[in-house]
């Protein structure tokens, strides 16, 4: 063999090394699927995706399917760049930047453990939702979720106390605590007046300035939700908030007699805030090609997901634009019995 055909066979060797070297190589992207879909008037488990307790229920057919997305890669277990290609042919699939998804310097646990926080406040927004479509009262508290070290709070008040006054008057919610500290000057004092283990206890507090220069004691509050019977979701391993539509949907359905779906497979997402609206989520193509899998033939939209879903959306899935909880089941109505108008997403 000639030395120039040696030299071309050992660098093609090289290359075709190199080649396979890198493919195997992690890259910083993330590969979105089509998740596991869910029906939340069914079981999961064995167990009822939504059981209610202490409340009359009602015979339900048809599903009301939540969708998911399922990830692959992320920084404690990047993926390689064959995978990323194999992603990037697969039109059923995203691959995006890891950081579109992991923020940077965040621990992915962390983040897992925020996403299961969100689920559980999605639930309680859901509950609430359905019980204010429904008419049905229920209270909310301000609770403590937690203090920030070397602040004011920290030390003094604790996890799970519900803020019931600041200053003696007293508060309705989160937004009224954080506007009772934000009207004091840093270094002013302030009462903060909460319930422990049923104690009432009113705790002084010396103001200081927070990062944008208001004024704060160092507290996370969270609303905490007290309905008059007892909803429990049971959803596996489940997290995020983008489910809160098709929970609300399930609880109303169940607390309501006759068939809200029609026995048709409904599937949707959204999240849901307690008076009702519905927000946009990400992944809606995954979304929708997990609701098509699953057999739906109509698909609840958030008006914020409507223009990206027309582009993407599979033969046969019918998008339904839901702005509110009360035009999701005013539309599924419509469906079921023929009669009203049933909004559509538009292109904008």
């Known amino acids: 063999m000639s030395r120039r055909a040696l030299t071309l066979l050992l660098a093609g060797f090289l290359v075709l090394a190199l080649g396979v070297v890198g493919a195997f190589r992690p890259v910083p992207y993330v590969v979105l699927s089509p998740g596991p ?25 048809g599903s009301l399917n939540l969708v998911t997305v399922a990830y692959q890669g992320g920084p404690a277990a990047q993926i390689d760049l064959l995978t990323a290609l194999r992603g990037w042919l697969d039109p059923t699939v995203a691959v995006v930047p890891q950081e579109t998804i992991f923020a ?24 609430a939702a359905a019980l204010n479509e429904l008419k049905i009262p229920y209270t909310v508290a301000v609770g403590v979720l937690s203090t920030e070290k070397g602040k004011p709070a920290d030390g003094k008040v604790r996890k ?11 508060a ?53 939700f007290k309905f008059p019977f007892e909803v429990d979701i049971n959803v596996g391993d489940v997290g995020g908030p983008s489910a809160g539509l098709m929970f609300s949907l399930g609880i109303y359905d169940k607390l309501t007699p006759g068939e809200l779906t029609g026995g048709k497979k409904i599937a949707g997402t959204g999240t849901i805030e307690p008076t009702g609206e519905v927000g946009a989520i990400g992944g809606i193509a995954q979304k929708m090609i997990g609701a098509q899998d699953a057999g739906a033939t109509i698909f609840l939209t958030p008006p914020g997901n409507c223009a990206e879903a027309m582009k993407a959306v599979p033969d046969g899935l019918r998008l339904v634009k839901a702005e509110t909880l009360h035009q999701a089941v005013l539309a599924l109505d419509s469906l079921r019995t023929g009669k009203g108008q049933v909004p559509a997403c538009e292109a904008g």
């Open 37 to 61: 879909t869910e029906n939340t008037i069914g079981d999961v488990d064995k167990k009822p995706v939504i059981s209610i307790k202490g409340r009359q229920t009602y015979p339900t057919t």
């Open 104 to 127: 940077p310097n965040r621990d992915p646990k962390e983040v897992e453990e925020e996403n299961v926080v969100e689920m559980t406040n999605s639930q309680d927004a859901a509950t």
């Open 160 to 170: 799970d106390d519900e803020i019931i006054a600041v200053d003696g008057k007293a």
């Open 172 to 224: 309705a919610d989160v937004t009224a605590v954080q506007n009772a500290v934000k009207a004091h000057k840093p270094g002013d004092s302030v009462v903060l007046t909460v319930t422990r283990a049923g104690e009432k206890l009113d705790i002084p507090l010396q103001t200081v300035a927070g990062p944008q220069k208001q004024t704060i004691v160092g507290l996370t509050m969270q609303a905490k």
